[in-house]
């Protein structure tokens, strides 16, 4: 059966409680999400290439304000077929719920509850904030990629636009970014920054050629 790097999609949605979410509270995410993975591979030291788009502000009728945040998580040292990356999912659901099932962004805890006024409250499910469907069919954004989308324009706006008279794809920005690279050290037993690679992946140029030569670091054939 085939198998893929394993990474995660995450949609966050939170409430608008008067902060800002910061690359801070993107890797604190991400270091508990790679705890747990970790526990699944004892053998493993894992890394994790942990990246973001900037909080989008949605404001719905009738509802208060809230924001949507998109983190990605590539592990490029992980395989998995699509069995086995909805078993991990699955396996991440039931023991993030069980712990912080309606905060995100909270500090570590060390000996004790997560402290939840430091994060925030998260408005869907856990289930909802590790897309299933990449699990099933595992595509993702190339770093740095932005994000397209099937045209949406009205017929006034393509005429202004000078939009192709078939259906085609048009930019919508959000780009994520590298936010931060974790590597698993076992002698420490804790989750450290990776250095090396930080410094060569948070400065990516956006050359397309620059960026198609570091593309292969998360979407390597498997050994």
């Not at 712990?99 to 909802?128: M, Q, R, Y």
Request: aromatic residues 8%; charged residues 25%; negative net charge.
């Amino acid at each position: 059966m085939d198998e893929h790097i394993f990474f995660l999609d995450l949609d966050i949605y939170v409430g608008d409680i008067g902060k800002i979410w910061t690359a801070e509270h993107t890797v604190l995410t991400a270091t508990i999400i790679m705890i747990h993975l970790q526990e699944l591979l004892p053998d493993t030291p894992t890394t994790c290439i942990i990246t973001d788009a900037k909080p989008q502000k949605i404001t719905s009728v009738g509802c208060d304000d809230k924001y949507k945040i998109g983190i990605h998580l590539f592990v490029p040292d992980v395989f998995v077929d699509v069995a086995t990356h909805l078993k991990i999912r699955h396996y991440l659901l039931v023991v993030i719920s069980a712990s912080s099932p309606e905060h995100i962004g909270c500090p570590l805890p060390v000996g004790g509850d997560i402290d939840k006024d430091a994060g925030f409250p998260l408005i869907n499910p856990w289930s909802d904030v590790i897309d299933k469907a990449v699990c099933i069919k595992p595509k993702l954004r190339m770093l740095p990629a932005t994000k397209a989308s099937n045209c949406f324009h009205t017929k006034e706006e393509k005429a202004e636009l000078k939009c192709g008279p078939k259906k085609h794809k048009i930019n919508l920005g959000r780009k994520y970014r590298v936010i931060d690279i974790i590597k698993y050290n076992p002698v420490d037993d804790e989750f450290q920054r990776d250095a090396s690679m930080y410094e060569k992946y948070t400065n990516l140029d956006e050359d397309p050629a620059e960026v198609a030569k570091h593309a292969k670091l998360v979407s390597p054939q498997p050994p």
